[in-house]
């Protein structure tokens, strides 16, 4: 029903910038909570942030207050995930993810899920 395409991942080194974004489909992206995870090589997907359906609330998971920034654009059926400040912990696959209802900080509870788009911070 809802697909989503990342784009923006690469190759920078520490204590660089980079911006992700998530594309949607369809005429109802802004009745979508969205929300960013990644996974690490042999680890679990973590949460990262999540928006809600106007932009106006935000969640973000400790380790990346202060150095992220998710936003949307519901014109541009497109969320953004702004990353400042990279650490090589940073480095993981980053998934955008759509859910119709609250927030969450569980990856199970998200409905759609984009291809992925690698992240790689050197030291």
């Known amino acids: 029903q809802v697909q989503l395409v990342e784009s923006g991942g690469g190759l920078v080194q520490a204590g660089g910038s980079l911006r992700l974004s998530c594309a949607a489909s369809?005429?109802?992206?802004?009745?979508?909570?969205m929300g960013w995870f990644r996974q690490a090589p042999g680890k679990e997907h973590e949460f990262v942030a999540a928006?809600?359906?106007?932009?106006?609330?935000?969640l973000y998971t400790d380790s990346v207050k202060g150095r992220f920034t998710i936003s949307r654009d519901n014109a541009k059926n497109t969320v953004y995930l702004q990353m400042n400040s990279l650490k090589p912990e940073d480095t993981a696959v980053y998934y955008c993810?759509?859910?119709?209802?609250?927030?969450?900080?569980?990856?199970?509870?998200?409905?759609?899920w984009g291809q992925g788009t690698q992240v790689t911070v050197s030291s």
């Open positions: 993810a759509a859910r119709r209802s609250w927030a969450s900080r569980r990856a199970g509870d998200y409905d759609y």
């Open positions: 369809g005429r109802t992206f802004s009745s979508y909570t």
């Open positions: 928006i809600s359906t106007r932009g106006v609330s935000t």
